[in-house]
């Protein structure tokens, strides 16, 4: 990684996101219980948080929730009323979530539900339908997610996909990485589905060369 990246990154988290107790917390919690650091992050959380609010989210969904990092950011985009909720898999990473939320002060409003996301966007018949989609769990999966999230939206659900550069290995066909596969046919999906306008922005940072999906359902 370039060493500017995770500067400029720095100097940006320095003037305008300030420090902040529960996001640390929730970062150092992550770390003692050995969940892996591959949360979002901070300019990218706040990044997540201000889209949310610019599309007036009362209702969010993520995938992905891994020790609720980016949960939380999201969480604090919500109103009064607002509600979250965030699919996770592995029940150990969403204990760790339940503590780190408890402590940013936000688990009133979000709804951890674990198991394979598949399975509980296939069961969900409450919550929807969602006003913003964050997207950021098993690349293999993401087309599908991305239909989800066009069924369980309306007109004007705001859609994000994370991790969709992969230092350039989404120009890849051959790699035999099936997050590199399920990338490549995310961006085939997308190109081919009428009920979404999409783009994608290369980013860089310190979470290396990377990017991010952002699409509107029509
Ligand atoms: N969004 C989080 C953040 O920025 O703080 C990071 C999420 S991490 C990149 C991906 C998470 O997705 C992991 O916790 C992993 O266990 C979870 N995951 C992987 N496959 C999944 C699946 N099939 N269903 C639900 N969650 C899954």
Do not use: N, Q, W
């Given at each position: 990684m370039s060493e500017g990246w995770k500067a400029v990154d720095d100097y940006i988290a320095g003037k305008?996101?300030?420090?902040?107790a529960a996001l640390a917390a929730a970062l150092a919690n992550n770390k003692v219980q050995s969940l892996p650091p591959i949360d979002v992050s901070a300019t990218q959380g706040k990044m997540l948080s201000l889209l949310a609010q610019v599309a007036g989210a009362r209702r969010i969904l993520e995938v992905?929730?891994?020790?609720g990092y980016s949960t939380i950011w999201l969480a604090r985009?919500?109103?009064?009323?607002g509600a979250l909720v965030t699919l996770e898999i592995e029940s150990e990473h969403a204990r760790v979530a339940r503590e780190n939320l408890e402590r940013a002060g936000v688990s009133a409003k979000v709804d951890i539900r674990v198991g394979p996301a598949r399975d509980s966007l296939a069961a969900m018949?409450?919550?929807?339908?969602?006003?913003f989609v964050f997207i950021d769990a098993d690349k293999q999966n993401n087309a599908h997610y991305v239909a989800e999230a066009i069924r369980l939206g309306r007109s004007g659900t705001v859609v994000v996909v994370d991790n969709v550069v992969r230092e350039g290995g989404?120009?890849?066909?051959?790699?035999?990485d099936p997050r590199i596969d399920g990338t490549r046919a995310l961006f085939d999906m997308l190109s081919a589905e009428p009920r979404l306008d999409a783009t994608a922005v290369q980013t860089v940072g310190a979470k290396k060369w990377d990017g991010f999906v952002l699409a509107r359902v029509r």
């Open positions: 305008l996101l300030g420090d902040d992905g929730t891994l020790g985009a919500l109103p009064e009323d018949t409450d919550a929807a339908p969602f006003d989404v120009l890849d066909a051959d790699s035999g």
